[in-house]
């Protein structure tokens, strides 16, 4: 059984810090690793996907693989009231379905 | 990233009825998905939405509660039968436009089971 395992927090920051999202995965395998943002009440939405080793960068968003480790995280830099929602790593499965973790919920505190 | 337009965005249903949501896509897609996800949860894979076949659906989900249906590479349905209040959730349609490309979802569906 393939898993994703996240901290689901709730993980508090305050407003112009760095959050930290982490994630690990059971599949030595996997190949293609996302995060999505997903405010209440509202369905998920890509922020970031990376699919080799190392960092990858969108604005204010960094997403860093280490498939050795099985991790996976994402820094949100300078964070915003706005980005308070809950992020969910998701890794592809071998159908081309996600498999998701329970999700982090993140609180920016102006 | 492909529109996807999902119906209805809620609902609320009697015990013992059946409700059907359609998906549907404004380009043709590789994929279709239909994920659940009950309050406070996180996403759970319902169904792979295959064109012109049976669904192949994950452990813990049967065709005869949750019938899908996928007549083309833009459309599909998901059916959740004689629904009990531990059906409500929201449901959500997903596609795949490409071996290599994230999924993107639908809206979603809120249901309410009385």
């Known amino acids: 059984q393939k898993e994703v395992e996240q901290n689901s927090g709730p993980l508090s920051v305050p407003e112009g810090a760095i959050a930290s999202l982490n994630c690990t995965y059971s599949?030595?395998?996997?190949?293609?690793f996302f995060w999505y943002r997903q405010y209440s009440g509202k369905s998920p939405e890509l922020i970031m996907s990376?699919?080799?080793?190392g960092d990858k960068e969108d604005g204010r968003f960094t997403a860093q693989l280490n498939k050795a480790s099985q991790y996976v995280s994402l820094l949100i830099r300078d964070s915003q009231p706005s980005d308070s929602a809950t992020y969910l790593c998701?890794?592809?499965?071998?159908?081309?379905?996600?498999?998701f973790g329970k999700g982090t919920k993140l609180s920016v505190k102006p | 990233s492909a529109v996807i337009s999902q119906k209805p965005s809620r609902d609320i249903c009697q015990r013992g009825t059946s409700l059907t949501i359609q998906c549907q896509v404004d380009?043709?897609?590789?994929?279709m998905f239909w994920y659940r996800q009950q309050p406070g949860q996180s996403l759970t894979l319902i169904a792979t939405?295959?064109?012109?076949?049976?669904?192949?659906?994950e452990s813990g989900f049967v065709i005869d509660k949750f019938p899908i249906s996928r007549p083309n590479l833009t459309f599909s349905t998901l059916t959740v039968s004689n629904m009990s209040p531990e059906d409500s959730s929201i449901y959500l349609c997903?596609?795949?436009?490409?071996?290599?490309?994230?999924?993107?979802f639908g809206d979603g569906t809120r249901l309410s089971i009385l």
């Open positions: 997903s596609v795949l436009t490409g071996a290599n490309q994230p999924q993107h």
């Open positions: 599949d030595r395998g996997s190949q293609s």
């Open positions: 990376i699919y080799s080793n």
């Open positions: 998701a890794v592809r499965g071998s159908q081309g379905n996600l498999i």
């Open positions: 380009s043709q897609v590789t994929m």
């Open positions: 939405a295959n064109q012109g076949s049976e669904a192949t659906y």
